[in-house]
């Protein structure tokens, strides 16, 4: 057993001569760019510090008391009791694809609510994983009535409702009050995108009775993108548990990752998979942060400074998409004007101001601007260079001469 | 259309009290742990300094930019040509599942190497994606033979040979040397799991033939976990983009990822998923230390500095568990002697030392300690304490006296 007669191993080959060259690159010196765009946002400079502070082992007993920490604060921030509630060792899109991977068995029904690209991508997930995908359609920027939400339910008779509380590409925001309700009186889970009002938008997750929900971290928590929010209700934990076949997803299996993070009676933690330690880091400040601002504080400011952009906007002539009672504090999206390029636009910002705004995505493409005004660059002075650059941009077309 | 009778969105809720309150949660002070056990090892002070560079946006052009100097870099480190050289947007294990989820079709036949833990590993997700898997076994701390592999492929005919180039639970080094060849003259692909070889040890990609690579960056690149490198040559794409199905799992579809980050002709790069930027950041800084070393010197440097701590291990009567040819000098599993209590000794060197050593995974827990000197660690002031720890935790269990 075990002979390498022809082989060579490490111990013969370490003085082998590496063939290709090292390349020169130069030192990393990214620009200095504020983050007004659907996100990343600008991170909160404690968030940078902390990711600098010592790595520790993810086996280690202070990082175990340390997702503990991250447990509690995530419960507090999306107003949930949920057990468990975690970060992600991924992007928001990990997270949402973990809600889709572990709750939706091949054949389960799966009814989501397209206003937007997002509806779309959750969409793709849950097909991707063996659902029966019925899809609800109201035109980008608007939401669902409860109304339709309950013919559709009536109609389809889901297993799972997938709803965008914060649709990214389109700026609404989707009332899920009394949703989660309606939900379980017909047997479905509902599912929650946050990943676009985590913390700048009230989230009653248990209030609503949300049964799975992620999010983004890069948008109002204001950290950088690498873990991401997920939190499942026990009825959806009890769903997971029960399922017979293994989930088709090894890295996004919650149910090795609870045994992990979660730990079962007796407090036995099973290792999974190596934690991004430095982002729980970052993660674990950032919503510190927030809990030290207070939920009802944040929730208000991202209001005030929204309201105040608004004000500004419509000074100028420019037109929000969405209208107001359904409009997100933290992104909004800005009509092109007609006559406007809007990419000539989004390079002045950026080229002549380091600023970064989005363009529109899917069938919005070419006719908004998306800005966030998310966590910790949810302020009047970037309220007032953002309407001071649009000035500039869009003289520069001649637009208001 | 969009009305929301009997509902409340945003608007209407903002003002609403959180019900859960705000947890008071102290300020985050990780202890300073010297971690020389499988992994994560210490992040080099460099690797720190860029996570705190200032984000930009992952369509950012200078976002762009930089994607391109990983890929060099990462091309460099695995001497490999591979177009497709990308971090993946999660831990090790994610960039181990891409593998997978992209080159295993339903049917497929799976060869896998099991030597250890992460073959085991490494069945389970192929068999999650509809591979048929068959392994070949030799004992934990072995390596397989040139005759062994090619006798089975022979037998087997798979699509697909997976082996561990570095086994992390045992410390051993599979050569591969031919393997490539050996695999593609039956119609097969070679995929290798490089996480605890990666720029530690010699990895010549292309000289071996290997069609996909996955990698850590927390153990000798010495980045904080949270990207994982990926490679695939021209004949695993080839397999991917003639897929008809979806692949299975949409965050680690590598044919969306790579109109993401590797572009098509004409260069035209379609949104994916938000890239973990400060992680990106943190391996392009890792990769250019490894450059500026030069990978002989790194190579000679991990060995040099293995033969030390193997020399300090004999002289206290510990014996490492592989057979010194195919030892990897990353990572070394040291047999327990009897009577001693494993557990006791990495509970002295965490709680008097802050120093983190592994115990064993698997069929080898209770049997071996697992000592990595990786990266930035890999220098003989960490060889000189550990053999000092060593001694005291041991006497202190009655060893040597």
Chains 1, 2 share one sequence.
Not at 19 to 42: D, M, S, V
Request: hydrophobic fraction near 40%; include cysteine; aromatic fraction near 6%.
């Amino acid at each position: 057993m075990g002979s390498t007669e022809g082989l060579t191993g490490p111990l013969a080959d370490y003085e082998c001569t590496a063939i290709t060259t090292a390349p020169q690159i130069g030192q990393l010196n990214p620009p200095h760019r504020l983050l007004c765009g659907p996100g990343p946002g600008n991170a909160h400079p404690r968030v940078h510090a902390a990711m600098s502070l010592p790595e520790i082992g993810h086996l280690d007993p202070a990082f175990i008391s340390m997702m503990e920490d991250i447990k509690r604060l995530l419960r507090y921030t999306w107003q949930t009791n949920n057990e468990f509630t975690i970060p992600v060792s991924g992007t928001g899109s990990a997270a949402m694809e973990a809600c889709m991977a572990n709750l939706v068995e091949p054949g389960d029904k799966v009814l989501i609510g397209v206003n937007g690209y997002f509806g779309l991508r959750l969409s793709d997930m849950a097909s991707r994983y063996g659902g029966v995908v019925v899809q609800i359609k109201v035109p980008w920027g608007q939401v669902f009535s409860f109304e339709q939400i309950k013919a559709a339910i009536e109609e389809h008779k889901p297993t799972i409702v997938g709803l965008i509380h914060a649709e990214t590409s389109t700026g609404a925001a989707q009332p899920l009050e009394g949703v989660g309700q309606l939900c379980h009186d017909h047997g479905a889970l509902l599912v929650a995108d946050c990943v676009t009002s985590i913390s700048g938008v009230p989230c009653h997750l248990d209030k609503w009775g949300v049964d799975a929900a992620y999010a983004g971290t890069q948008k109002c928590l204001s950290c950088p993108p690498g873990v991401s929010p997920l939190t499942f209700s026990k009825r959806a934990m009890d769903k997971l548990m029960a399922r017979e076949d293994k989930v088709k997803n090894w890295y996004l299996d919650m149910k090795m990752v609870a045994s992990y993070l979660v730990g079962g009676k007796g407090a036995t933690r099973s290792y999974h998979h190596t934690a991004p330690i430095s982002m729980c880091y970052a993660i674990r400040e950032a919503l510190t942060i927030v809990a030290e601002e207070g939920l009802e504080t944040r929730w208000a400011r991202h209001r005030e400074v929204a309201e105040a952009f608004w004000a500004g906007l419509a000074e100028i002539g420019l037109e929000p998409l969405v209208a107001k009672e359904h409009r997100l504090p933290s992104l909004t999206t800005v009509k092109v004007p007609e006559g406007i390029d809007p990419k000539v636009v989004t390079k002045v910002f950026l080229d002549k101001y380091q600023i970064e705004i989005g363009n529109g995505l899917g069938e919005l493409a070419g006719k908004v601007w998306r800005i966030g005004l998310m966590g910790f660059n949810s302020r009047m002075d970037n309220v007032a260079v953002l309407l001071a650059c649009f000035k500039d941009a869009l003289a520069q077309q001649g637009y208001g001469a």
